[in-house]
């Protein structure tokens, strides 16, 4: 409308100008008619300029006036200067929300889509019948203090934490009053706490692998280690699968554990899996997750850690495959390796081959005794001081406690009944085992099989002058 006077006004000027030049030369009865008409076309607009500028100033302030005693406004600015999380809500409308509550929930740049959704969309379904009791409680007691519940609030990657939550009423209106909604996250100590360390610079430097993901088992964040343990940028893995990174092998045992705890059926999980790096290179890892909610049965997301464990794991497979060829090679040694421990019972006084229980017998102890290892380890009834032939086994256990009490090594030779009750001869060479305290822990050596014969076993019995 003001366009359309001010066109007016203007087209009317320029046609008063263009009749007062032509009036000049041409002064008749019917242009000076005409240049009046002009002139009061002229004047018409701009009355109707000025009062449309008049009109529209006085609405203006007409407009402004209830501003100041809107409640809605003032009630804004309040939660907006709040440091903790906080919304103000007409019935169950959202009206605003500040900065630490969209931060909060995970929607930081997501004010506008926020303000004019019901708070029932932010609130787990099964706590919709407890929120409707505390706002129905605050809008019909307009003296009541702040109430506070604990709520599960859902997030935007569709985890449900708890908060507690207190509303507060701010308006007078019997039918829907202002409500003030804020999170208690905890004490000022905490608060002062977070203030001092920085959380975002830990997350950066750590060597472990930090991820979330999100309900659907999609990856919401990784922190920068995973580009260095695994050669992949976070631009490259947001939004994919996070089982896809796992070894093919390794997968379904991962994925049974992960869809337990998004789920709710556990809590946390801890295992270890091969993940895939960039060149296709499958590297080992412990892996450690858990529920980012607290509440059983309900579907969350999950965050967790990522720990390089590929050089361990070569060096305990180095470990296993020497371990194999020493158990390859001590099955082939005619020969029976033990270590006996030290404790003390009827049969087992000292801990030596005499009176000691086995813990360890070696395979060649069939070919020595005729007995399996495992019938001579910890087994009373067929332990192997028993089976020493009955008059050299008083020999035997003194000269070995006479060794031991000296430190030294011992050898000699002795007989033994075998388990088809034949009598054979052995030979045994060992050593005791000591604590730092000087304590004797074991006994360990080996036995052999010798000739049986009067003159082998006078040298046998001498061996102790070869030591």
Known sequence: MSLTIFSTLVLSLIFVIVLSTWQVGHGSVLSQLAMLGALVMMLLSFSLLILRKSLFSTT???SASPSVFDGAIWSTQISAGLSTPAAVIRG????????????????????EELVGMPLTNLVHPKDHQNLAKLIAEIGSNSQANPSTIKLRLIRFDGSTPAFDVSLSRLSNDAHEPLLLLQFNLGNTGKATLDNQFNYRLFVEQIEQIIFQHNIEGHLIFVNPSWEKLLNQSADEVIQKPFLAFIHPEDRPIAESHLNAIRFGKRASCHLEVRMISRSGEANWFEMRARATSSAEGEKTSIIGTLTDIHRSKQTEAALRAN????????????????????????????GNIASGAMEFISDGCVEITGYEAHELIDNDEYSYPQIIHEDDRQFVRDYVQEQLGKRQRFALAYRIHSRNNQVRWVLEYGTGVFSSADELLATEGFIIAAPATEDSVEVARAIETLD
């Open 60 to 62: 203006q302030k007409t």
């Open 92 to 111: 169950y409308i959202v009206g605003f929300a500040n900065r630490p509550f969209l931060e909060e929930l995970g929607m930081p740049n997501m004010a």
């Open 323 to 350: 371990r194999q060829s020493l158990s390859t090679l001590l099955s082939n040694i005619p020969a029976m390796i033990y270590r006996a421990k030290n404790n003390s019972n009827k049969h087992q006084a000292n």
